[in-house]
Nanobody, 119 residues
């Protein structure tokens, strides 16, 4: 059974880059044709798909965040990472990593990590 765990700072200052890591256990991020994704849910709002990295290494991003988002992976550690640049308070949210058969599938996921953008 695949398990995912997000990690990273809970507080980020405006204009800085938010960096989160998802550590995967129980499966390899380069196998089984899975897509490894990042989602977020701001307070009082719905779930938003941010982007994904495929088993092949190809990346996909939601258009509204594409200019500020980068998803990469470290296959030796079985981890994938989200970087979101130039953050503002509107980027405050609970961030989730997830795995699915498509880039936007919210399948098995981590417990989520809250990130607050504030000076």
């Amino acid at each position: 059974q695949v398990q995912l765990q997000e990690s990273g700072p809970g507080l980020v200052k405006p204009s800085q880059t938010l960096s989160l890591t998802c550590t995967v256990s129980g499966d390899s991020i380069i196998s089984n044709y899975y897509y490894w994704s990042w989602f977020r849910q701001p307070p009082g709002k719905g779930l938003e798909w941010m982007g994904a990295i495929a088993y092949s290494g190809s990346t996909y991003y939601t258009p509204s965040l594409k200019s500020r988002t980068s998803i990469s992976r470290d296959t030796s550690k079985n981890q994938f990472t989200l970087q979101l640049s130039s953050v503002t308070p509107e980027d405050s949210a609970v961030y989730y990593c997830a795995v699915g058969r498509t880039p936007r599938e919210f399948g098995s996921r981590g417990q989520g990590t809250q990130v607050i953008v504030s000076s």
